[in-house]
């Protein structure tokens, strides 16, 4: 179990706890000022994102005291974890709305609309959260409904979901102060912030899923479609027996190898169930 899981779920998944969608926690004053200054000065992420490019040339004493600092503060503040479709399932049985937003990532790294975000509440409409968003003045807000939120039946965000996993994009679940949970998104290396913090700049912003991937022997015909989908370089090929491998060390458990695999040959398993993973996050 992840470090939330202990904090902020008594021992079970965080991220499938109800209450850390309620409403109550937006009451919060400090919750709410944050969340308005996310999503009003999209800015500030591209001027993170560029000092952790800096500080990962840094010399490694500096590193050593600095990242683990910084990471301990976005803990508080604005901390994801990766899972796969069958948790997101999970989530979406008991939240009562979902909204698709265009992804802030996207916006500021490709300056184009891409819907890859959706805000979850417990809320019988769409929820606090999304009112404040639905209130800040952005003109990357600007989809198919003029307010730039979709309302999507649960079934509807699913398929949509469903989709993103076959473009090889990775689940994760978003707090905006811990414990409370608000977003759900679609994330790849080439253009999302919190992927190239954690996994190329070694500052990492999420934790990897409560899960790893073991592939049949078997099964496998060494096609390497895994390969080329997998976010995380965690699959090789070896050229001796034909097939490919998951490297558990580097497996971040999001599943979109499995979605891509044709033979059936990749599942996932609870980290906690392989030795050698169980306590890499
Ligand atoms: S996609 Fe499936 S069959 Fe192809 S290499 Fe990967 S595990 Fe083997
Ligand atoms: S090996 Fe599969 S489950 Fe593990 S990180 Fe890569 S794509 Fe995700």
Same mark, same amino acid.
């Given at each position: 179990?992840c470090?939330?899981?202990?904090k902020?779920?008594?021992?079970k998944?965080? #991220?499938?706890?109800? @209450?850390?969608?309620? @409403?109550?926690?937006m009451?919060d004053?400090?919750r ?7 999503f009003?000065n999209?800015? @500030?992420?591209?001027e993170?994102t ?13 590193r050593?005291?600095?990242v683990?600092?910084? +990471?301990?503060r ?13 948790d997101?399932e999970?989530i ?6 979902? +909204? ?8 500021i790294?490709?300056g184009?609309?891409?819907?890859f975000?959706?805000?979850?509440? /417990? ?16 003109d #990357? ?5 003029? %307010?730039?939120? @979709?309302?999507l ?10 989709q ?16 409370f ?5 679609n994330?790849d290396? %080439? ?12 500052f990492?912003v ?12 078997e ?7 895994? /390969?080329? +989908?997998c976010q ?14 998951i490297d558990p060390?580097?497996?971040y ?20 169930? +392989?030795?050698v993973a169980?306590?890499?996050?």
């Open positions: 179990m470090e939330f899981c202990h902020h779920g008594e021992g998944k965080w #991220y499938l706890q109800a @209450e850390n969608y309620s @409403e109550d926690l009451s004053l400090k709410r000022k944050m969340i308005t200054d996310f009003a999209p800015g @500030e992420l591209r993170l560029d000092k952790l490019l800096g500080l990962s040339k840094a010399p490694g004493f500096v050593s005291v600095l683990p600092y910084m +990471v301990g976005q803990k508080k503040v604005h901390y994801g974890q990766v899972l796969p479709i069958e997101v999970e979406f049985g008991f939240v009562t709305s979902v +909204v698709r937003l265009p992804c802030l990532c996207r916006h790294f490709l184009t609309e891409q819907r975000c959706y805000g979850v509440s /417990m809320a019988p409409q769409e929820g606090e959260m999304l009112k404040i968003i639905r209130e800040i003045d952005m #990357y807000l600007t989809g198919p409904d003029t %307010s730039g939120l @979709e309302a039946t649960k079934e509807e965000a699913l398929e949509s979901l469903r993103h996993e076959q473009e090889g994009l990775c689940h994760t679940v978003w707090t905006f102060m811990a414990p949970t608000g977003g759900i998104c994330c290396r %080439s253009d999302c912030g919190a992927m190239q913090a954690t996994v190329t700049y070694g990492p999420m934790f990897r899923a409560e899960y790893v991937a073991e592939m049949d022997q099964l496998c015909n060494g096609c390497r479609q895994c /390969m080329r +989908v995380f370089g965690a699959i090789g090929y070896s050229a001796a027996n034909k097939k490919v491998f060390l580097r497996c458990g999001c599943g979109i190898c499995r979605a891509s695999c044709t033979k059936d040959a990749i599942h996932l398993h609870d980290r906690a169930g +392989v030795p169980a306590n890499l996050w």
